[in-house]
Every structure is written in C-alpha cells, then in structure tokens.
C-alpha cells in the first residue's frame, strides 16, 4: 500500500516580496502537507523571516499568491495563525499572565486557565507577577512561544525561537513543539540552530537569495540525500 | 471572536495600566505645560480683560504641544518589542484599536488639563464673564478634535525615522481650524460673548475627521 501525502495546508506560489528595488522573495513556490514541521534554513538576507512574515499576513506580497487553509485571505485564517517573532511581542511593563490575559481576549478568549496552561507548557510559572522586561532572554522566548500557542492555531510560523535560549530549555521547547506537530500542527521555524531540529523537523527548508532551493529530509544537503 | 466593542475596552484598560506603570506620557505633557505656565506668567503681566482675550490662544497651545508628547508615546510602546505586530495577526478590528487609542489619549490630556487649568486660572487671574459649561464643552470637543487627528497621525509617521518631528508636521496644519474654534470659544465665552458657532465648527470638525480617521486607519495600521 503506497503512503499519500496530506493536502497541502500552505500553497504558495511565485510569490515575490519587493522593499523598494531589494526583492527580498524571489518567486518563491511550494506546498506544505499539514501535520509536519518545516525547519527553514538559510544565510542572513536569504529570504527565511520575509517568507515567514509574509505567511502571518504582516507582509503584502509584490506578486504571487498564498493560499492557506484554503483561503487567500489571511483575515478568514488569521485565528488559526500562531507568529512568534525575533523580538517578544510582550508589553515590558505587564506581568507573562497580564501579556496573555490581554492578548486572550483579542481571540475572544475569556478567563485566564487557558493562559496559565500554555504558559505551564512552555516550563514557565503563571504567578510570577515580574514585569516581562525584568524576565532573562530565554524566559521571554518562552512566554512569547506561549503567547503564539493562546489561541491554539492550526498554523505555527516561528521566527528564532531558540536564540539567547539555553540548551536545555531549547530541547525542551523543541520536544514541546513535535508533540504539538503530532498533535497536528504544521509548524515553520526558522532558526540558525538547525541540530536542534535534527530529530524532530520532517523536512529541511534551504533558502538562497529569497529562493527556495532545496527541500530535505535530513540536516545535510546534496543529491546523494 | 471577541466584539469591537469589548477589544476596545481591553485595549484601554491595558493602555491605562501602562500609563500607570511608567507615567511615561502624563509626566512629560504636566512638565511642558507647568513650563508653559510658569514661563508665560514672568514674560507677561496682563489685566484681567487682557487675560481674557489671551489665555484662549495660550491654554490651547499649551495643551496641544503637551499632547503631541503623548501621542508620541502611546504608539511608541507598541513599536516597543514590536508588539503591534501581534494585534495585526490577532483578528481584532484595526478601529478598535483605535478607538482605544483615542480614548485613552482623550483621557491623559483630559487629566493634564484638569490638573493645569487651576494654574493658569491662578497665574493669570482669569474669571469667565460667560457661562462656565460652555468652557467644559469647548475642553471636551476641542480636546477630542486635537487626540483623534493626534492619533492618527501618530500612527501614520509610527514608521518613519524622525516620527517625533514628523506628528507635529503632519498634525499642526490640518488641526488649524480646530485651534482657531476652539481659542475663538474659549476667549468668547471668557469674554461673555456668544461662542455658538466656533462650537458648532468644532463639532462638525470632531464628527468628520473622526469618521475619516475610522475609514482609513487599517490601511495605515497594516501600511509596510
């Protein structure tokens, strides 16, 4: 019996990301079968955060087209989304819960249960009353991947998840994320720590000068793979 | 999905804890004015009727270049760590962000003139021939007039380089004929003379530009 792929959930094609005369993608085309995670690999300025931003709707592409969920139009997909970016996307001046409880109500979430529960699940402790400016770089990375999992999207698209993390609480992020993915989450990641997905991304996603140029299953690239 | 209405009101609250956290925007907008005040008050020595016919022009003034300082700063926190792109993924509606936006820059001048007008009423000896909740609409619609243009603009320069210079450019020249009214008003009815139409004129301006400022905000919130 021959295996068959899942549908895609994410179509694009030829898509092109212009800033001024810098195209930042250049006719990027591909589709992503649900229920995977994609490590996006590449150099600085291969196109890798532009692609991802593009994805989470925050992007208008100069040409082309995304498709996801089947939808075109990210505001009917948009609560299905989860965006971490570089920076936190956290109010310094608020407490983790404070940060969640607000962006919870965004997605018509009431109460805070939900909010303490992905913030257990990122290793964190829902009463730490700080102020998330005064949090060390890793505790931000996790609130902020806490605060990407709120709304329990369909879609996780993450932006460096694992810098300035330890390698520990890497590892652990990086096993909560594959259990998410075999809960049936697609999840994109971009890092520059691709050995941290070595085990648990399905695919490797190479970039080039806004190009995807090779797909693979394993870390090391070339025909021979 | 949560209502417009009920965003808007999380917005707010969370804006107001911010403010109250930090007092980033009401220190800046109660020291520039205190300057204004005290500043003025040695520079001149005016009678009673030459308050009346100045201190219109001169509380305006005052008030609007202290809230271009917290125009400046409600949009800034939200640049901070970029968090503004998390409300674009979300799907709340851009005019509840807005809207929030408004209200709680309404509220900071509104408390930044509530702590000030004492002041300039004791600096410049001021006593209002004219009635004196003609004076309390002529604050609220003016104040309205300066914060809903005051926030759109403030998120239209968000991404420029040179935003602090840039609100006052853009915000100055189409806020005259607000300032006009509201000055004319308030030295009318200081003066005892009829302010009727510089209320209407400021009416009319808060209910177009706040429409406008509604119609066009997404497209400036998710302008590149």
């Given at each position: 019996?021959?295996?068959?792929?899942?549908?895609?959930?994410?179509?694009?094609?030829?898509?092109?990301?212009?800033?001024?005369?810098?195209?930042?993608?250049?006719?990027?085309?591909?589709?992503?079968?649900?229920?995977?995670?994609?490590?996006?690999?590449?150099?600085?300025?291969?196109?890798?955060?532009?692609?991802?931003?593009?994805?989470?709707?925050?992007?208008?592409?100069?040409?082309?087209?995304?498709?996801?969920?089947?939808?075109?139009?990210?505001?009917?997909?948009?609560?299905?989304?989860?965006?971490?970016?570089?920076?936190?996307?956290?109010?310094?001046?608020?407490?983790?819960?404070?940060?969640?409880?607000?962006?919870?109500?965004?997605?018509?979430?009431?109460?805070?249960?939900?909010?303490?529960?992905?913030?257990?699940?990122?290793?964190?402790?829902?009463?730490?009353?700080?102020?998330?400016?005064?949090?060390?770089?890793?505790?931000?990375?996790?609130?902020?991947?806490?605060?990407?999992?709120?709304?329990?999207?369909?879609?996780?698209?993450?932006?460096?998840?694992?810098?300035?993390?330890?390698?520990?609480?890497?590892?652990?992020?990086?096993?909560?994320?594959?259990?998410?993915?075999?809960?049936?989450?697609?999840?994109?990641?971009?890092?520059?720590?691709?050995?941290?997905?070595?085990?648990?991304?399905?695919?490797?996603?190479?970039?080039?000068?806004?190009?995807?140029?090779?797909?693979?299953?394993?870390?090391?690239?070339?025909?021979?793979? | 999905?949560?209502?417009?209405g009920a965003i808007t009101r999380v917005t707010l609250l969370?804006?107001?804890?911010?403010?109250?956290?930090?007092?980033?925007?009401?220190?800046?907008?109660?020291?520039?004015?205190?300057?204004?005040?005290?500043?003025?008050?040695?520079?001149?020595?005016?009678?009673?009727?030459?308050?009346?016919?100045?201190?219109?022009?001169?509380?305006?003034?005052?008030?609007?270049?202290?809230?271009?300082?917290?125009?400046?700063?409600?949009?800034?926190?939200?640049?901070?760590?970029?968090?503004?792109?998390?409300?674009?993924?979300?799907?709340?509606?851009?005019?509840?962000?807005?809207?929030a936006?408004?209200?709680?820059?309404?509220?900071?001048?509104?408390?930044?003139?509530?702590?000030?007008?004492?002041?300039?009423?004791?600096?410049?000896?001021?006593?209002?021939?004219?009635?004196?909740?003609?004076?309390?609409?002529?604050?609220?619609?003016?104040?309205?007039?300066?914060?809903?243009?005051?926030?759109?603009?403030?998120?239209?320069?968000?991404?420029?380089?040179?935003?602090?210079?840039?609100?006052?450019?853009?915000?100055?020249?189409?806020?005259?004929?607000?300032?006009?009214?509201?000055?004319?008003?308030?030295?009318?009815?200081?003066?005892?003379?009829?302010?009727?139409?510089?209320?209407?004129?400021?009416?009319?301006?808060?209910?177009?530009?706040?429409?406008?400022?509604?119609?066009?905000?997404?497209?400036?919130?998710?302008?590149?």
């Amino acid at each position: 019996m021959t295996e068959t792929a899942p549908p895609p959930i994410v179509t694009v094609s030829n898509l092109i990301k212009q800033f001024g005369r810098f195209a930042a993608l250049r006719g990027v085309t591909a589709e992503f079968p649900a229920g995977k995670l994609y490590a996006i690999l590449g150099d600085n300025g291969a196109g890798k955060t532009t692609l991802l931003r593009t994805l989470a709707g925050l992007n208008r592409p100069s040409n082309g087209e995304i498709t996801i969920l089947g939808a075109s139009k990210f505001h009917d997909i948009c609560h299905e989304i989860g965006y971490m970016a570089h920076p936190s996307l956290l109010y310094d001046e608020m407490s983790g819960m404070e940060n969640l409880e607000y962006f919870a109500r965004l997605y018509g979430i009431a109460g805070n249960s939900r909010c303490a529960e992905v913030i257990r699940a990122v290793g964190l402790d829902p009463d730490l009353v700080r102020p998330v400016g005064q949090y060390s770089q890793g505790m931000r990375q996790r609130m902020s991947l806490a605060r990407t999992l709120l709304n329990d999207p369909k879609i996780l698209l993450l932006d460096e998840p694992f810098s300035n993390v330890d390698l520990h609480s890497a590892n652990e992020m990086v096993r909560l994320l594959a259990r998410a993915r075999d809960n049936g989450k697609t999840i994109f990641i971009v890092t520059h720590q691709a050995p941290l997905l070595e085990d648990a991304a399905d695919e490797f996603i190479w970039m080039e000068f806004g190009k995807i140029v090779e797909r693979t299953r394993g870390l090391s690239r070339g025909p021979e793979k | 999905m949560s209502a417009p209405g009920a965003i808007t009101r999380v917005t707010l609250l969370k804006d107001l804890r911010l403010e109250w956290r930090s007092k980033d925007a009401i220190n800046s907008m109660l020291f520039f004015s205190l300057l204004v005040v005290v500043v003025f008050s040695f520079s001149f020595d005016p009678s009673a009727e030459e308050s009346r016919q100045i201190a219109g022009g001169l509380i305006w003034v005052a008030f609007l270049f202290a809230a271009v300082v917290a125009l400046n700063q409600t949009w800034a926190r939200e640049i901070r760590n970029q968090v503004l792109d998390a409300y674009r993924v979300s799907p709340a509606p851009a005019n509840s962000l807005f809207i929030a936006k408004t209200l709680g820059n309404f509220i900071f001048v509104t408390v930044l003139e509530a702590l000030m007008t004492p002041l300039f009423i004791v600096f410049y000896r001021l006593r209002s021939i004219g009635p004196v909740w003609q004076l309390l609409l002529v604050a609220m619609v003016g104040t309205w007039a300066l914060v809903v243009n005051g926030t759109f603009f403030a998120a239209m320069s968000l991404r420029t380089r040179s935003r602090e210079i840039m609100l006052p450019l853009l915000l100055f020249p189409i806020s005259i004929p607000a300032l006009l009214a509201m000055v004319q008003a308030t030295t009318s009815i200081l003066s005892g003379e009829g302010a009727r139409f510089w209320i209407v004129l400021l009416v009319t301006y808060d209910l177009v530009f706040t429409t406008v400022c509604l119609l066009l905000f997404e497209s400036v919130l998710n302008a590149e």
